[in-house]
């Protein structure tokens, strides 16, 4: 599978973004899909997390009530809304797709379940 994320950019504190995540080559509704993100000089941590059907969805704490994932498997594309952005959000955020059955909060706040990942896509947060 090949991910094209896409939809970073520079916004004000409070400001919202949407990513979007194209992807190609496989059966894209039989995947799980995750977004991460890493800050400069940070580990990549687990921002949110979506099931193959889209019926699960894991949102990491610092994130939720603001960030939604969401899928258009019609479209082989995964989103994630951001709104009520504040500067700690700024970070390269990365899609990535995991084919394992097993969808969990174990297994989908996990990098090492993930087996595809895209480059990335900058958001900056600016206060």
């Known amino acids: 599978v090949q991910l094209q994320a896409s939809g970073g950019g520079l916004v004000q504190s409070g400001g919202s973004l949407r990513l979007s995540c194209a992807a190609a080559?496989?059966?894209?509704?039989?995947?799980?899909m995750g977004w991460f993100r890493q800050a400069p000089g940070k580990e990549r941590e687990f921002v949110a997390a979506i099931s193959w059907s889209g019926g699960i969805a894991y949102v990491a704490d610092s994130a939720k009530g603001r960030f939604t994932i969401s899928r258009g498997n019609a479209k082989n594309t995964v989103y994630l809304q951001m709104n009520s952005l504040k500067p700690e959000d700024t970070a390269v955020y990365y899609c990535?797709?995991?084919?394992?059955?097993?969808?969990?909060?174990?297994?989908?706040?996990?990098?090492?379940?993930?087996?595809?990942w895209g480059l990335g896509t900058l958001v900056t947060v600016s206060s």
């Open positions: 990535a797709a995991a084919r394992n059955n097993v969808f969990s909060v174990e297994t989908a706040t996990n990098i090492l379940h993930y087996d595809y």
């Open positions: 080559g496989r059966t894209f509704s039989n995947y799980a």
